[in-house]
Nanobody
Framework: QLQLVESGGGLVPPGGSLRLSCAASGASLDAYAIGWFRQAPGKEREGLSCVSSSGASTRYADSVKGRFTTSKEHAKSTAVPAMVYLQLNDLKPEDSGNYYC?????????????????????WGQGTQVTVSS
């Protein structure tokens, strides 16, 4: 059973940067397209990005295009598993929220056409990002 764990969140001032990480147990991230989402209090979960299983293909929401970058680091050994990252740059207060990584419900290697949470499943617990001065 694939389980995802996000890390790397924190408190940063406006204009700051963070790198979020997504790790997996039960299976390798090398086999899956991985999406990143965020949810602010009182708002729906918003799709931000997706990276294909190979890492060669990425997709971004317009709201973060040019500021956020997703990437995949392939497994080097059983001791060094695959990781997926979301680099957040030029952060704004409206970027605050809980950030999640997820696979698609079908466990696809390819990113879906739409970054909507109805297409994704196997959610992690999230990591909190707060952008404030």
């Amino acid at each position: 059973q694939l389980q995802l764990v996000e890390s790397g969140g924190g408190l940063v001032p406006p204009g700051g940067s963070l790198r979020l990480s997504c790790a997996a147990s039960g299976a390798s991230l090398d086999a899956y397209a991985i999406g990143w989402f965020r949810q602010a209090p009182g708002k729906e979960r918003e799709g931000l990005s997706c990276v294909s299983s190979s890492g060669a293909s990425t997709r971004y929401a317009d709201s973060v295009k040019g500021r956020f970058t997703t990437s995949k680091e392939h497994a080097k050994s059983t001791a060094v598993p695959a990781m997926v990252y979301l680099q957040l740059n030029d952060l704004k207060p409206e970027d605050s929220g809980n950030y999640y990584c997820a696979t698609t419900k079908g466990g696809s290697r390819w990113c879906p056409g739409e970054l909507t949470d109805s297409v994704f499943g196997s959610w992690g617990q999230g990591t909190q990002v707060t952008v404030s001065s």
